[in-house]
């Protein structure tokens, strides 16, 4: 990230080029039915893929992508106010860009931070134009909460690496480009210290992509297989056995990403859940009861609570304050936020949010919010681990005893 | 563990309904069932009718049912729930047999109690005309008098009745009060509602001028009894789910390792899976207390409530724990764990929510 | 425990007399101003002993005190169907026994099993008579939840014992004739292992007892300090470093007691807090307001719940099963339930309930329970201990990794 | 950690009322005061008037005072909440104060707001008449005209004053609507009420033809504000209670030793405080936005409400999770945790409870 500086007059012209692409170039978000809802459901479907890299090629083709990006890279080497002022022309627009959450937000740094310069070269570019998408290999079926205890394995042989083992809760691998893969390079040594990242082309021979369907009928994520799939020397990000480092720094910017724009903190500052449940109440007529009314009201505190939080955690990271455990602390209260809206409508719908006839498409939205959020709560970090890291990051507090922290890998008990 | 005082009759029946439900509707094959992958097959009532007298449960001996209490029934009905066992055993041996002994009507009842005793069909209870009444409001069906026979014209919805009954037990406005009236299959329009419990079919009904039988006219008592009843029987149902949940979380607990450790080392989850002990047990004291007191012919309006008020609560609040034990793997479709996610809410909004029996609860109490 | 077996017509024989004794001698619970709240009160003023102790008198001197304890030891070697009666018709009346509570469920169990023969003799009579009142020292300040960190030592000097250290939270230290106290005997090996049971005279020299104020102001717990206190040989309790499984056999009879009597489980099936919080919410007239009622049917349905439980739990014991984690249940549940109905009395009270004029009794009492609520639920045992014996002993799951399992005593990290 | 966003200017002013309380009123001295066995002296509160120039704040200069903002008000209540110190700065320097300023009445103001600004006089704001009213009603208390002065009759009650201010605020009917009065302490009957909150006096008063000066009459929309901003205010306090309580129970739950392990890194204890931390952030977010809507003039009815619930719930859970954090020790006289609980209880009801606050929010969003 550069750290020029920017004059007032300078901001302003910048402020009206965007101010006039937007008006040009994209929908005002209350024209578009749906909502958020709309939005990520839509993420899956091929035709919104299109819609989606069309948007990002436009904006890249216009200088208004990877703006506080170096230009080497094919960025802009602007600054970061001239990202503030793109954020706040933007607001109330549709950026349909879910599909370039993972990689700008996780993928692209990582590689900017760790990769060599060809990758950087190679890569950076297209991925700030659309052109490439990237997706996040980490979780196993047996390393969850305990990414570090990942299984799959990378086994040098000559020039090449070979790919063994099954990635799982991989979003957007279906459509992806690139995958960033850490995997298991030495088991000899401590869990932590023999993790190597590499690059994966996704479309390579024994990578199979298969869609995880989940408990509400969604399939955003995949599971995804390796079997004997080469890579090239030239795919290593990083040293040999010291990925971790490399991947804690790609989870700290997903879990900024996803407090960000995503999970608990939202993109604006409204009360859109409120607001459609005080809709709901309405019509039910529970508007007028009180104890609707006192749920009704807490779930405003809440929604509004979080967007303040969002705001100043948007401030300080404008003024150029690292990330702190905001993220955590948006994500704990976003999911339960998510799954007290979720049984609010229950509450409300009574028997209909259980059992519904083909035309009441109220009913159907609600169960399947309601069969939404557990899965809200857990994804990108169950309520324990962020526990966890606010306990011992932000206060301070002593850790478990790790009886696994150092001895070698292959003698830690697992699954 | 389990605080269950039970008798010694009651843990074998327990013990044979279990033994038969494991073999026959292992979680898998309920799981293939819901997902529209396989089919229970067409005789399997008739046989655990004739095999373990499950359809004609309590039903009296002369119409050739086991003449067992309503304990024995919510015990079989907690087998039920902990296993999600695709068979009318709520819907049709519980809540569509119930009324027929509530309304005591021999003569008329005869035929249905014997058809049901035998397994050769099936009833369903049809009160609800609209969401968020408890009790069951009649808005706009009507019974009407020809001479002996009676006519019924209106709507009902929110009806367990495992995917089409024989006949549904419906409740309509007669000039003498509410009645409670038998109509057949044939006499009315089914619609399938889109559920979100995917083990357990829902419809709706409309019928206009069909054929009825009366069981019960001028019969505020009886609906009011029928309802209490029904809520105690879910409330059951829905203990059994709570306990196999409760199991399920403890042995994932037991066997999944992150760190190093079994999880359930992790007083984090530790205290998730004693939480849920805790409220079960309660929970157990309140569904088995009403089962009983029912039983025994006490008045059950407040032990009914208190029984769905835990029960429902125990097992949304369990279900939710499980996944959360559970973590990713416990979200996705192919794992039971949303199977008992969906029922419980589902069951939480049937027969009074815990929100609605509060209410009833104090009105019940006198304030 | 005799298990001869009875006839009925012994059993209703005894009836008789039991209902003949009652009527006669006791008062019954109606009659009594205050209740359960007045009656913990009084178990702290002396005038309030003397009525416990002539009770307890009157009892024993009419074979009633016992009724399951050895005749040899003063008890009268009946049946648990004889306690099962006499509880049934003691139901109803007042029962000044607080202040035994201790002796009998805890002490006299653990004297009558690991006591020496001339132990029992010496003491158990004395007991069941209510002519000497015990007390249990085992909770330290440094040793709370962790009560095997003791650090009490007892040195052995020629015949005798010298005790040092300090115990707390001790109930009626301040009147008890003796106090059954675990000590440090050996930091050589691991904790559990270096644990020593004695007897000690409260009155001997060395020993001070001091009231230990709560936040509420009552002042039932002391802490009891021991100043080179000298005990003869024979206050030993079994076997010299082998006193944790007699201290643990003692905390398992206190956990009953607790369910039994006090904490959760209460004595009634009634529903005491919900009548006294509809009364309030009558007087208040909030009754009609539905955020009311509905919390109000919430603290009936616990109530009731706790009830049922209590009755289930005597009905188990009663079948001569042992007792399992119902005491932990109800002890949980117990202080949720006091929690909510101290918070709901505060909502209902609002601005009266923190602030009173002197002749406000209604809003004093509410007031101090609010501030005795959060002892409540800690006093006994906390509820993360409760949740621990829950999820390990009943459930089976592991147990923590143990880091001071099986260090010797003195190297164990501590306060 | 800490996620205020704050400028210099109140980072300064907020280290350096830290430095005096800490100094002049450690948590010791404080429990000994609340104990009766010691005395704030005499002139403590001048010499903080004269010193930090607390007493004028947010008075302006023209009065005597700082001329700061209710944004630097907030900031200084924090302090007072986090050391529970026993000076009027709530209830006169901000309770007290804020009325005239709302009421902008210079010419009746002047005397008072020099005599506040100096330290040599406190007022109180005595707006509630009953329990369980917000925003208060005036049920009784009223002001009468004789030419150019008033009267008024009434009482009022649940009053912070500090154990006795020189000046009351009441509100009072007028045949022009609702006014707002000042009252000299000499023209009352002040009770002393038993509190909860040990650190802080309460009391009512009672007045009967007493002479009253007008800082508004016809009144309504001033006293609204001014109950919007009391609740924004004490929500700051609470924040600071709060926040403090955070960091006793991580610091006992960092330096207490049990099965050989620091407390802290069991996460029972962890989560309870990572719990209060998730609180804690949030209702700063609530406290600071109120605070600093109200210092630019902003209509607060929704901020105040929203403010108020969410630093009156996390304190309120924080002082009681810590005493759990600190288990025996915690709920013992002698330890301060009950000072901060009692605080908590007692802010919780005062200037409109949460549940009071959450169905004004509804009524404000125009449900």
């Known amino acids: ?415 | 563990m389990c605080m269950s005082v039970m008798t010694q009759e009651r843990e074998a029946l327990k013990g044979a309904v279990a033994d038969y439900l494991d073999a026959t509707f292992p979680i898998d094959k309920v799981h293939r069932i819901a997902n529209g992958k396989e089919d229970v097959s067409a005789g399997e009532w008739t046989k655990a009718a004739q095999g373990l007298g499950l359809a004609g449960l309590v039903i009296p001996e002369e119409f050739g049912g086991q003449g067992a209490s309503l304990g024995e029934l919510g015990v079989v009905l907690q087998e039920f729930g902990r296993t999600l066992a695709p068979l009318p055993m709520l819907s049709s041996a519980a809540l569509g047999t119930v009324p027929f002994l509530v309304c005591d009507n021999a003569n008329v009842s005869k035929p249905y109690l014997e058809a049901l005793a035998a397994g050769t069909a099936t009833a369903a209870l049809a009160l609800s005309e609209a969401a968020n009444q408890w009790p069951a409001t009649i808005n706009t069906t009507v019974a009407t008098q020809n001479g002996d026979t009676w006519t019924v014209t209106g709507s009902k919805t929110f009806i367990l009745d495992n995917g089409g009954a024989d006949f549904y037990i419906v409740s309509a406005s007669t000039p003498q009060g509410p009645g409670i009236f038998v109509v057949n299959s044939a006499d009315v329009q089914r619609t399938d509602l889109n559920a979100m419990d995917l083990t357990r079919k829902q419809s709706s009904i409309s019928f206009n001028n069909a054929k009825a039988t009366a069981l019960a006219v001028n019969a505020q008592s009886q609906l009011t009894q029928i309802q209490n009843l029904a809520a105690t029987l879910v409330a059951s149902e829905q203990l059994g789910g709570a306990d196999a949940i409760l199991k399920m979380m403890v042995e994932y607990a037991k066997m999944r390792v992150q760190f190093g450790r079994i999880i359930g080392s992790f007083q984090a989850i530790k205290h998730m899976c004693a939480n849920t002990l805790v409220e079960v047990e309660q929970a157990r004291g309140a569904a088995e207390d009403a089962a009983d007191r029912a039983a025994q012919g006490e008045d059950i309006t407040l032990s009914a409530s208190l029984a769905k008020i835990a029960c429902s609560e125990v097992f949304s609040d369990a279900t939710l724990t499980n996944i959360r034990v559970h973590g990713g793997i416990g979200y996705t479709w192919e794992h039971p764990a949303h199977l008992y996610f969906r029922r419980a809410r589902s069951t939480n909004a049937l027969f009074g929510s815990p929100v609605q029996h509060r209410e009833a609860l104090l009105v019940g109490l006198g304030y």
């Open chain 1, 1 to 415: 990230m550069t750290t020029a500086i920017e004059t007032p007059a300078e901001l302003e012209e910048f402020r009206v080029k965007v101010r006039d692409w937007f008006s040009s170039n994209a929908q005002r978000e209350d024209a578009q039915a749906g909502g958020e809802a709309g939005e990520v459901e839509a993420g899956e479907t091929e035709d919104f893929l299109v819609v989606a890299r069309n948007f990002q090629n436009k904006l890249y083709d216009s200088g208004l992508s990877g703006l506080a990006w170096p230009k080497e890279y094919g960025g802009q080497s602007l600054t970061m106010n001239h990202q503030r002022v793109f954020n706040e022309e933007a607001s109330g627009y549709v950026m349909p860009s879910t599909p370039f959450m993972v990689t700008l937000g996780m993928c692209a740094p990582t590689i900017l931070q760790y990769g060599t310069e060809e990758q950087r070269k190679r890569h950076i570019g297209p991925m700030l134009r659309g052109d490439e998408i990237w997706c996040q290999l980490f979780s196993e079926p047996g390393a969850g909460s305990d990414v570090a205890g990942l299984t799959t394995k990378a086994v040098r042989d000559g020039d090449e690496w070979v790919i063994n083992g099954q990635k799982v809760w991989t979003s957007g691998a279906h459509y992806s480009n690139f995958g960033l893969i850490v995997t298991r390079t030495n088991p000899d040594v401590p869990k932590h210290k023999g993790i190597t990242m590499f690059i994966v082309d996704m479309k390579a021979p024994g990578v199979t992509v298969r869609p995880l369907r989940q408990m509400s009928g969604a399939s955003g994520f995949n599971e995804v297989f390796f079997d004997n799939v080469r890579l090239p020397a030239t795919a290593l990000v990083g040293e040999v056995d010291q990925g971790w480092t490399a991947a804690i720094g790609t989870l700290m910017n997903e879990r900024v990403s996803i407090g960000a724009g995503g999970g608990g903190l939202g993109r604006g500052t409204g009360t859109v859940q409120f607001d459609r449940l005080a809709e709901l109440a309405t019509h039910t007529g529970a508007i007028t009861d009180p104890v609707t009314r006192n749920e009704l009201a807490t779930i405003w505190v809440k929604e509004r609570t979080l967007a303040i939080l969002g705001d100043r955690m948007r401030a300080s990271l404008k003024s150029g304050n690292a990330p702190g455990p905001e993220g955590s602390i948006a994500k704990l209260a976003g999911s339960e936020l998510g799954s007290r809206v979720a049984d609010m409508a229950m509450d409300l719908l009574a028997e209909s949010g259980q059992a519904w006839t083909n035309d009441d498409e109220e009913s159907l939205r609600w169960a399947t919010n309601l069969l939404g959020s557990p899965g809200g709560a857990i994804a990108g970090g169950t309520p324990e681990i962020m526990r966890n890291i606010l306990g011992e990051r932000s206060l301070g507090l002593p850790k478990e005893p790790q009886l696994d922290r150092d001895m070698p890998f292959k003698e830690i008990r697992a699954n």
